[in-house]
């Protein structure tokens, strides 16, 4: 990562929780004007232990976790079903930060999954409908016919009904690292870590 300033991570400096670390740089990447704040990357494992990553957004996030919303039969809700655990990854390179998660995956309440697709736009709420994610379609035309049908069917002036297989997920973190790029690689990386039903901070080795 590049970046002029040497900006300091000190165990002093850190919120009281990693929810109000989080919070306090995600506040700052919002308002330093970064394309997609809310952008992380997901890495998940199959039963075997095959891995796979991908982008998603983070539509929420308190004590209990951070919240995305999804597929669930694509291959990474395949994947958190057979083995529900997961590592986040919030890439925050202009300001030379990245904040790494490992926890548990839990789904949502059916009712927080029904009230965040009844928020989404129009046209997202009819693509989540049109496509079945990360299986095989013979052409885009299949795809833009289902959701055309389907325009046809559920009309943007009523409603869309959410279909079983999309909904919510949290993981709740374990643990909760922010890193700040310092120069010659002498990285500040603090850790929150769960233990005994209690946090600790430590300081890791860059």
Do not use: C
């Amino acid at each position: 990562m590049t970046g002029a300033a040497d900006s300091a991570l000190d165990p002093a400096d850190l919120a009281p929780s990693w929810l109000g670390q989080f919070e306090r740089w995600h506040a700052e990447a919002s308002r330093s004007g970064l394309a997609e704040p809310d952008a992380m990357v997901l890495a998940t494992a199959a039963a075997d232990g095959r891995p796979s990553a991908r982008t998603v957004l983070l539509k929420g996030v308190d004590d209990r976790g951070f919240e995305f919303f999804t597929n669930l039969g694509s291959r990474k809700g395949r994947e958190l079903l057979e083995n529900p655990r997961a590592s986040l990854v919030f890439p925050w390179y202009a300001l030379r930060r990245q904040v790494v998660v490992v926890g548990d995956v839990e789904p949502v309440s059916p009712g927080r999954s029904d009230a965040y697709f009844a928020s989404r736009p129009y046209g997202s709420r009819i693509g989540a409908l049109a496509s079945r994610q990360s299986s095989t379609i013979d052409s885009r035309e299949q795809l833009e016919r289902a959701a055309e049908e389907l325009e046809a069917r559920y009309p943007a002036t009523g409603e869309v009904p959410r279909p079983a297989w999309w909904g919510g997920l949290r993981v709740r973190p374990h643990s909760v690292e922010f890193w700040q790029g310092r120069r010659n690689r002498l990285h500040d990386r603090l850790r929150f870590r769960e233990e005994a039903g209690a946090w600790v901070v430590e300081r890791l080795s860059p």
